[in-house]
């Protein structure tokens, strides 16, 4: 049925019991691979309660994958490492009133971090069901978009660094998910009518809200229209909010969206309709930046056009990218909503292609 395996390359394959991560497999049998399947276990028992995460499910699917095309399957916990890497990375960021992006995190430190270091390793290449692709330029790897622009995800591998994007394979990077979809039921995948997977990995069932609330409690604050300083309700902690929000506020007579928090005070500062001033912005500075594959400010002068993104979106902006002492500023083309502190800007070539570096927003 499959081509002659290619046993010289040693492939591991992450698989999540996922439609994406399925297919995975099929397709590096179909290009002669024999890849080892690992699945990370990452929900936690902590002091204050079990974090569900739907692992049973999951194993009996990528057991079944592994059975069908013959792979060798093993089980990996990660559950310590996950909690000190993205879990209090998560909490201590919105504590301080920041945005997280515990997803880029776990990208960044878990599953190309912490499995390399202890089983990868023994890898030549870490297979994923990302949307993404990799691009050879000059006898370097790109970190480069997806074929199915809707689905792509190099927004959630921005923070990966060279060695790591130089040992990925994304096999369904050239597929559309539709694509995808038909290859699993083709092959009878269980997985294929399966839902994509919402939110945080590690919430399980749990709601976001209710998962803050237990590690930083409720307190009564403010809920302020920023322009006039009137008091039109109140929240129950500033943590539970982020810069943009429309929903969930309780508020009569919107649309209203969140501009601005004073963490020391405990208010939430909003502002009503689309068109006010305070929602938008074209000056986004970052902190930390850092590139992927290599340092391309020597390759030019004093600004550079690029397109770039602020959240997992399939559109990108248009901007330039410039450098101001430690930081990188994007100056954007046209106003963006909802910059907020503590997210990600993603930084991309202006052909839309590579994926350059990224940096958190300061």
């Known amino acids: 049925?499959?081509?002659?395996?290619?046993?010289?390359?040693?492939?591991?394959?992450?698989?999540?019991?996922?439609?994406?991560?399925?297919?995975?497999?099929?397709?590096?049998?179909?290009?002669?691979?024999?890849?080892?399947?690992?699945?990370?276990?990452?929900?936690?028992?902590?002091?204050?309660?079990?974090?569900?995460?739907?692992?049973?499910?999951?194993?009996?699917?990528?057991?079944?994958?592994?059975?069908?095309?013959?792979?060798?399957?093993?089980?990996?916990?990660?559950?310590?490492?996950?909690?000190?890497?993205?879990?209090?990375?998560?909490?201590?960021?919105?504590?301080?009133?920041?945005?997280?992006?515990?997803?880029?995190?776990?990208?960044?430190?878990?599953?190309?971090?912490?499995?390399?270091?202890?089983?990868?390793?023994?890898?030549?290449?870490?297979?994923?069901?990302?949307?993404?692709?990799?691009?050879?330029?000059?006898?370097?790897?790109?970190?480069?978009?997806?074929?199915?622009?809707?689905?792509?995800?190099?927004?959630?591998?921005?923070?990966?660094?060279?060695?790591?994007?130089?040992?990925?394979?994304?096999?369904?990077?050239?597929?559309?998910?539709?694509?995808?979809r038909e290859i699993a039921a083709q092959q009878k995948l269980p997985s294929a009518q399966r839902k994509d997977s919402q939110g945080i990995c590690f919430l399980g069932k749990v709601n976001y809200n209710d998962f803050i609330g237990r590690y930083l409690g409720r307190k009564e604050g403010l809920i302020v229209e920023l322009e006039t300083g009137n008091i039109l309700g109140k929240h129950q902690g500033f943590w539970f909010h982020t810069i943009g929000q429309r929903k969930g506020l309780g508020l009569s007579g919107g649309p209203w969206f969140v501009i601005k928090k004073d963490t020391k005070r405990n208010i939430i500062y909003v502002s009503k309709g689309y068109d006010t001033q305070y929602q938008y912005g074209k000056v986004i500075d970052l902190q930390g930046f850092s590139f992927i594959t290599k340092d391309i400010w020597g390759d030019f002068a004093?600004?550079?056009?690029?397109?770039?993104?602020?959240?997992?979106?399939?559109?990108?902006?248009?901007?330039?990218?410039?450098?101001?002492?430690?930081?990188?500023?994007?100056?954007?083309?046209?106003p963006i909503q909802g910059i907020a502190t503590g997210q990600f800007g993603v930084v991309y070539d202006s052909e839309k292609k590579c994926c350059i570096g990224s940096g958190m927003i300061s």
Not at 316 to 321: A, E, P, S
Request: glycine share 8%.
């Open 1 to 180: 049925m499959f081509p002659k395996l290619k046993d010289k390359m040693k492939i591991a394959a992450l698989v999540s019991g996922g439609v994406d991560s399925s297919v995975v497999v099929h397709q590096l049998k179909e290009m002669g691979y024999n890849p080892a399947i690992f699945y990370i276990k990452i929900g936690m028992e902590d002091k204050d309660g079990y974090i569900d995460c739907p692992s049973e499910e999951d194993i009996e699917i990528v057991s079944f994958i592994a059975k069908k095309y013959g792979c060798p399957f093993e089980v990996v916990s990660l559950h310590e490492e996950y909690w000190d890497s993205v879990v209090k990375y998560t909490i201590e960021s919105v504590k301080r009133g920041l945005t997280p992006n515990p997803d880029m995190m776990c990208n960044k430190l878990i599953k190309f971090g912490c499995f390399e270091d202890k089983w990868g390793r023994e890898f030549d290449k870490i297979a994923t069901g990302h949307y993404a692709t990799t691009t050879e330029i000059d006898g370097l790897t790109w970190l480069s978009t997806a074929n199915d622009r809707v689905k792509d995800q190099t927004y959630f591998l921005g923070q990966v660094d060279y060695v790591q994007v130089s040992k990925l394979m994304f096999p369904i990077g050239n597929l559309l998910k539709s694509e995808v």
């Open 302 to 334: 004093d600004e550079k056009e690029i397109m770039f993104k602020i959240r997992h979106t399939p559109e990108f902006t248009r901007g330039r990218l410039s450098k101001i002492g430690d930081l990188y500023r994007i100056q954007s083309e046209n």
